[in-house]
């Protein structure tokens, strides 16, 4: 039996801790630094996840057969590369690798070289050399009319990327993230791209850098308010799997977006193993397009995700480590859709207050087929309490998303904590399609 060590403290790291717990190789999970949620699930650990040197010594002393690194900031900052040094079994890409998340430019240079679909864009580093560009791009198209994003290079805790609609808001976007400096160093470089139409999708995968296990298509719901109105955030809810992704663009996905992503990252020396999430736009004709790259689990996709697989997650884990994923049986997944609806903290994605008691958890709890994972999340005394923007993601599974809609409302009605709030229309943008 085998003691697995969770990096992280979200949504996301509370469904691994909880699905990683029912694997039969697994006696023991700990969660570092965890949350309220992980404390009920697993045994959490008073170690952040910056603290690559008394992670690696908490995995020594306590014979830690895998550690599972959840957020991408560690990853990008080189935790796999630290654990792989001292021989240590760790899941996830190493610094090089995890570049796809972490730079904005690296990943769309590698789309370009692998001949990946993506939007059209350019780098810059100097800011007035990215209003010279907008203006020689767009010279006759009113101020209105001048569709694009512009994304800082590095992290910005998903607050990098800045769709714009008018000339005015591009420029604003480029003064925010190259001269007010308002995401740091992340901004030294940034990338103005096409705006894409359609409707997004996330595709995540498996893979050690020669077998991809392709799970079922995600969608979440980035805006803040219902009818995808209001500001970007980490992420309001999500549903899986998604109707407006059949198995026929499932396949071109795969053919034309991640195995020559794979292929390219092997190639040019940067081999990716564990989880590629591709965030994709779908057009009306079907035909799929790259928004970005990340290197973990979504949250809150990983959420429904995990409610569903039935195969043993650490099994998979194990394989992916020992670059041996094509001994994997075919994943099993329970038939039924599963949607995630987050309860967020009064301001979010602005300032919040903290520490806010939470009631009702238990009453939610007892709904069959729910299960609330926490996010931002603490224990003060033996009250659960607030201690994020993202403070729950409540997650039930149900024969049709609208019984799984259903079941998760219900259960969020029973929560109760000063100003939370959540969107009501978590998967309505797949009511009345057929799932194949």
Request: with cysteine; proline share 6%.
């Amino acid at each position: 039996m085998m003691k697995v060590l969770v990096v992280g403290s979200g949504g996301r790291e509370h469904a691994l801790a909880w699905k990683i717990g029912q694997s039969s190789l697994v006696d023991t999970v700990f969660v570092a630094p965890g949350n309220a949620g992980t404390a009920i699930d697993a045994e959490n650990v008073d170690i952040s996840v910056g603290d690559f040197p008394a992670l690696l010594a908490f995995a020594k002393q306590n014979e830690i057969g895998l550690t599972v690194v959840g957020p991408e900031a560690p990853l990008c900052d080189g935790l796999v590369d630290a654990f792989q040094a001292e021989g240590l079994r760790v899941f996830g890409p190493n610094k090089n690798a995890a570049q796809l998340e972490g730079s904005k430019v690296f990943c769309k240079n590698l789309m370009r070289h692998a001949s990946v679909p993506t939007a059209d864009y350019r780098v810059f580093s100097d800011p007035a050399e990215g209003v010279r560009y907008v203006n020689e791009m767009f010279p006759d198209l009113d101020d209105n009319e001048v569709p694009l994003v512009v994304k800082a290079d590095g992290l910005a805790a998903g607050k990098g990327a800045i769709v714009c609609k008018t000339r005015e808001e591009v420029f604003q976007a480029i003064d925010l993230i190259a001269r007010d400096r308002a995401f740091g160093d992340a901004g030294n470089q940034f990338v103005i791209e096409e705006l894409l139409p359609g409707e997004e999708v996330s595709i995540l995968a498996i893979t050690d850098g020669k077998t991809i296990l392709t799970l079922p298509p995600a969608q979440d719901h980035k805006r803040a308010y219902d009818n995808d109105l209001g500001p970007n955030t980490g992420g309001m809810g999500a549903y899986c799997p998604t109707p407006q992704v059949d198995k026929n663009l499932v396949a071109r996905v795969e053919e034309n977006i991640l195995v020559p992503t794979v292929h390219t990252m092997k190639r040019g020396r940067t081999p990716f193993s564990g989880i590629l999430y591709a965030g994709l736009m779908v057009n009306a004709q079907g035909v799929a397009k790259v928004l970005e790259y990340n290197v973990r689990f979504g949250d809150p996709e990983c959420q429904p995700l995990l409610m569903r697989l039935k195969s043993d997650l650490v099994e998979i884990m194990l394989a992916t480590v020992d670059r041996r994923l094509e001994e994997i049986e075919p994943l099993q997944w329970d038939p039924r859709p599963s949607i995630c609806v987050v309860m967020a903290s009064e301001g979010y994605p602005g300032s919040y207050e903290k520490g806010l008691p939470i009631s009702g958890l238990d009453a939610a709890a007892a709904i069959p087929d729910v299960k609330v994972f926490h996010a931002g999340t603490k224990l003060d005394g033996e009250t659960v309490v607030t201690n994020g923007g993202r403070v729950l993601g409540v997650t039930a599974l149900g024969d049709s998303i609208a019984d799984a809609k259903r079941a998760a409302y219900t259960a969020v009605k029973e929560i109760r904590f000063p100003g939370g709030w959540c969107r009501k229309d978590i998967s309505d943008k797949a009511t009345g399609i057929a799932i194949n």
